[in-house]
């Protein structure tokens, strides 16, 4: 595992990267600015400067893992994760909608997504896949990147009636610098101006090339006004998942990732998390970046009450001290002292890191004032 750049290193030290850069050939490694590197390199460099290092992440790597660890005859068939990504506008959250038979468009203000919602749906043919919805606006990137992250497939929503448009192709990046599966839905093809084609055309042109002309992705033409074809990109959907023989072992601690977090006036601190595997449980305790709780509650995305959540499940969780960051990794912990004392260390890192960066842009001000 590589943890921080030469250059991240440095400036944790407050020493300049060239001196790292220096010291790494004196011991004979040659290192770039923005070359991340290992454990053992680190600790070796940072000896040189008379650091020692505390690797408070390791907790996060023991229980990942863990999670390749577990016995064959332990893992059981998990539900797909599916992200849905588009350019802004084009239909995410009302396809999603559709799929799940309930109206969020009309809840959220001005319609337009800003946050990954999360649920899970049984489909028709009586399956579960899990869907994170993401924004499609331009400023978002990070969670569109985050999103690709958690996924085992992205549907690229495109509108018909438009064209690929920037946060379409960022949208295809990012599922590629994840190595997820991408299948392409042809949205809003109810509407006369409809021209899948073109898309077609213009997905070509980017190296997405669909099957219908020899290619290998899949694409589906829908509508998620009527509903036109949206089983049948379902369809694909699962037998894309069906491809990756997603499993995870039910039976241990939960692992998995923060959607997002906020503080609820009222409710106190709700985190949406993502289950990826194991069974997380009311009263468990919660390592989740740099904060840390009992499960005081749990729902699901429609506020029912759940008792525990098994792999691949979204969940709203209320009992974290704080708001972990979205992407953040979160792990069931034995023990709450010990799930304290490492939320602690890392909040201490947290404020040291953006305190450092604070002195450097003042000392960069005066600099220029003089
Ligand atoms: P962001 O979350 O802001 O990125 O947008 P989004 O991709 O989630 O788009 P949203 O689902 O909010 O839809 C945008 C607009 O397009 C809404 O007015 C929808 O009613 C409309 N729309 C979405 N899908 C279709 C469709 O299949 N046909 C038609 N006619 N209109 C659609
Ligand atoms: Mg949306």
């Given at each position: 595992t590589e943890f921080v750049s030469a250059n991240d290193l440095a400036s944790l030290m407050n020493v300049s990267v060239n001196d790292v850069i220096k010291v790494c050939m004196q011991l004979g490694m040659f290192v770039s600015i923005n070359q991340r590197l290992d454990a053992e390199a680190i600790t070796i460099i940072a000896d040189e400067f008379g650091y020692s290092i505390d690797f408070i992440t390791s907790e996060d790597e023991q229980a990942l893992e863990q999670l390749e660890e577990d016995a064959v005859e332990d893992l059981e068939e998990r539900a797909p994760i599916v992200t849905i990504m588009g350019h802004v506008d084009h239909g995410k959250t009302s396809l999603l909608d559709y799929i799940r038979d309930a109206n969020v468009t009309s809840g959220e203000a001005g319609g337009i997504t800003q946050h990954i919602g999360a649920y899970k749906v049984k489909t028709e043919s009586g399956r579960t896949v899990t869907f994170l919805d993401t924004p499609g606006?331009?400023?978002?990137t990070a969670m569109r990147a985050r999103g690709a992250k958690v996924t085992d497939v992205v549907i690229i929503v495109v509108a018909a009636d438009d064209s690929v448009m920037p946060q379409t192709k960022e949208a295809i990046n990012h599922a590629q610098a994840a190595g997820v599966p991408i299948i392409i839905a042809l949205n809003k093809?109810?509407?006369?101006?409809?021209?899948p084609d073109k898309v077609r055309e213009e997905l070509a042109q980017l190296n997405i090339l669909v099957e219908e002309w020899g290619g290998k992705y899949q694409s589906q033409e829908v509508s998620?006004?009527?509903?036109?074809?949206i089983n049948d990109l379902l369809e694909k959907v699962l037998l894309e998942a069906e491809l990756l023989e997603l499993k995870a072992n039910k039976n241990r601690n939960a692992v998995g990732t923060v959607i997002e977090a906020a503080l609820d006036k009222g409710r106190g601190y709700v985190a949406t998390m993502l289950v990826q595997t194991g069974t997380l449980k009311v009263g468990d305790i919660v390592l989740a970046g740099s904060h840390y709780g009992r499960v005081k509650a749990m729902t699901d995305h429609r506020g029912r009450k759940m008792k525990e959540a098994g792999p691949s499940t979204p969940v709203q969780l209320l009992g974290l001290d704080g708001a972990p960051q979205a992407g953040d990794k979160f792990l069931v912990m034995e023990s709450e002292r010990e799930a304290r004392e490492i939320a602690s260390n890392r909040s201490q890192v947290q404020r040291e890191q953006s305190l450092r960066t604070r002195k450097h842009i003042t000392l960069d001000e005066i600099g220029r004032r003089l």
């Open positions: 606006h331009e400023a978002f093809i109810d509407k006369p101006a409809a021209n998620a006004k009527t509903g036109q074809g």
